[in-house]
């Protein structure tokens, strides 16, 4: 199996800042695209950033300039620094892997538990 371990959410004032942290762990062959998406209450489910395993990123605009994803391929981590917080950001953040567990096996989409990040006004 695989698992995906976030941490490092947490309350926050506004203007502050936060860094996630993913571990993906289990049996593991490769790791393709990671991403952070979060979930507000009563909102769907938005992809935050996301990147590649040749470290190609990509932001939701409402990240851009504020948040910076980035990976070690070496550990199987991907982290999230989050800086200029607004209330706006508060949702459950959920990390998300595309992983292949075998060489002859496709990968699929594995997801964290999810950790709360709260800013406060």
């Known amino acids: 199996q695989v698992q995906l371990v976030e941490s490092g959410g947490g309350l926050v004032q506004a203007g502050g800042s936060l860094r996630l942290s993913c571990a993906a762990s289990g049996t593991i062959f490769s790791i393709g695209t990671m991403a952070w998406y979060r979930q507000a209450p009563g909102k769907q489910r938005e992809l935050v950033a996301s990147?590649?395993?040749?470290?190609?990123?990509n932001y939701a605009d409402s990240a851009k300039g504020r948040f910076t994803i980035s990976r070690d391929n070496a550990k199987n981590t991907v982290n999230l620094q989050m800086s200029s917080l607004k209330p706006d950001d508060t949702a459950i953040y959920y990390c998300?892997?595309?992983?292949?567990?075998?060489?002859?096996?496709?990968?699929?989409?594995?997801w964290g538990q999810g950790t709360q990040v709260t800013v406060s006004s």
């Open positions: 990147i590649t395993a040749v470290h190609s990123t």
């Open positions: 998300n892997a595309e992983v292949q567990r075998f060489p002859a096996i496709g990968g699929r989409s594995y």
